[in-house]
C-alpha cells in the first residue's frame, strides 16, 4: 500500500482547517479539562488520586478521540465530501490517517492540559505513553467506524454516544451490577484494562503484572483497526 506525503498532508491541512472552526470539538475537549479541574485536590485516598488522574483522561481519550473522529466524518457524509476522498487516489491509509492525525493532536494537547492540572502519579512515563497510545487508537478506531455508518451527524449520537458512555462509566459501575456476566464483560472492556494498568503499575506493579493490561490493549487495538479497514472499504463500494 503506497502513501503519498503529499496527499497526506493536504488531507491533514483539510481536517485542521475543519476541525478548528467546529465548536462542537471544542466543546468535548473542554469537558475533560473540566473534570479535572473539578477533582483537583478532592481526592482522600491513594486510589481516590489515582482515579482523579485516570478518569479525565479516560474521558479526553473517548469524547475527543472517539466522538470528534465520529462527529468530523460523519459532517463529511453530509456534504458528500468523504465520498469524493474515498473515490480519490487517495489510499485507505492515508485518508484514515490524515483524518486521524488533528483528533490524536488535540486529544494528547487536552491530555496534556489535564495531567498538568491534577499531577501525574508516580509511574514510568513509558507504560504512561504506551497506555495512552493504544487507548487513543482504539478510541479513534471506533470513532470512525461510528462516523461511517451514521447517515447524519445528529445520527452520530445515537448510534455512538451509547457505545461511548460503556466504554467511559462501565469501569465505574460495572462491578457495582450484581451479575458476574456484567461484571466479567466489564473487566475485558479496553477503558476497564487502561485504568486497571495503570492502577497496578503505580501501586508498583511491573511488566510482569501489567501484561494482562497491556495484551487486552494489543488485542483491541488489533481488531479496532481491521474492523476500521473493513467498513470504510465497504462503504468506498457503496452506491
Same mark, same amino acid.
Given at each position: ?11 491533514? /491541512? ?19 479539562? #473540566? ?103 482504539? /478510541? ?7 462516523? #461511517?455508518?451514521?447517515?447524519?451527524? /445528529? ?85
Amino acid at each position: 500500500m503506497s502513501l503519498s506525503l503529499h496527499r497526506l498532508l493536504a488531507i491533514i /491541512s483539510k481536517e485542521w482547517k475543519d476541525s478548528i472552526k467546529n465548536p462542537q470539538i471544542l466543546l468535548m475537549a473542554g469537558i475533560p479539562i #473540566l473534570m479535572a479541574i473539578l477533582g483537583k485536590g478532592r481526592a482522600q485516598t491513594a486510589e481516590g488520586a489515582m482515579d482523579v488522574f485516570t478518569m479525565p483522561l479516560m474521558v479526553a481519550i473517548v469524547t475527543v478521540g472517539a466522538f470528534a473522529q465520529a462527529l468530523m466524518i460523519s459532517e463529511e457524509k453530509e456534504k458528500n465530501t468523504l465520498r469524493a476522498l474515498m473515490l480519490s487516489p487517495a489510499s485507505p491509509m492515508e485518508v484514515l490517517l490524515g483524518k486521524s492525525v488533528m483528533t490524536a493532536a488535540f486529544t494528547v494537547i487536552v491530555i496534556f492540559i489535564c495531567t498538568q492540572i491534577t499531577g501525574i502519579p508516580d509511574l514510568h512515563f513509558g507504560f504512561l505513553i504506551l497506555f495512552v497510545l493504544m487507548m487513543l487508537i482504539i /478510541s479513534m478506531a471506533f470513532g470512525t467506524v461510528i462516523g #461511517l455508518i451514521s447517515r447524519t451527524a /445528529s445520527e452520530t449520537s445515537i448510534v455512538g454516544l451509547p457505545v461511548l458512555l460503556i466504554f467511559i462509566f462501565g469501569p465505574m459501575f460495572g462491578s457495582g451490577i450484581d451479575s458476574a456476566v456484567v461484571v466479567k464483560i466489564v473487566e475485558m472492556l479496553p477503558s476497564y484494562q487502561f485504568m486497571l494498568g495503570l492502577s497496578d503499575h503505580v501501586n508498583g506493579g511491573g511488566l510482569e503484572e501489567v501484561k494482562g493490561s497491556l495484551l487486552n490493549l494489543v488485542i483491541w487495538t488489533a481488531a479496532a483497526i481491521v474492523l476500521t479497514f473493513i467498513i470504510y472499504r465497504s462503504k468506498s463500494f457503496d452506491k
